[in-house]
């Protein structure tokens, strides 16, 4: 298990749903209340993120958890 | 959002797919490489475990990360 391939592969699913709600980066990280460089840093796989971010994340998608991971691998 | 909730969330899911698989704690830290007390902590909803150890996790309940997260909230 290759853990930069899985930060990249999270990085571009956040992206993916970033974009389909038409927010920019410094806008998303206002939302979740998180520094926007390291959300910046995230989208680029460079964060092995934890669960109480990924909740956050699902949250402002207003998807599940296991509804954001899909894909991701 | 509660993080010690979302922890024992993660931790009870843990422990139910542990169990179908018949593994004492000991068995499933050493199959996932991971320190037994670690584990343990994970699954009484004491850790914010990161992507890689829910990789790690998935991997060896052979699912996919988002199937891990089902009902995980």
Known sequence: ????TLQK???MRCKELRAGLGCSQE???NL???D???YASI???RRNVSLSNLK????V???TISELMRGVE
């Open 1 to 4: 298990m290759d853990t930069k």
């Open 9 to 11: 592969s999270f990085g």
């Open 27 to 29: 806008q998303f990280a």
């Open 32 to 34: 979740i209340e998180m």
């Open 36 to 38: 926007r460089s390291y």
């Open 43 to 45: 989208e680029v796989g």
């Open 56 to 59: 956050k994340i699902a949250d």
């Open 61 to 63: 998608f207003q998807i």
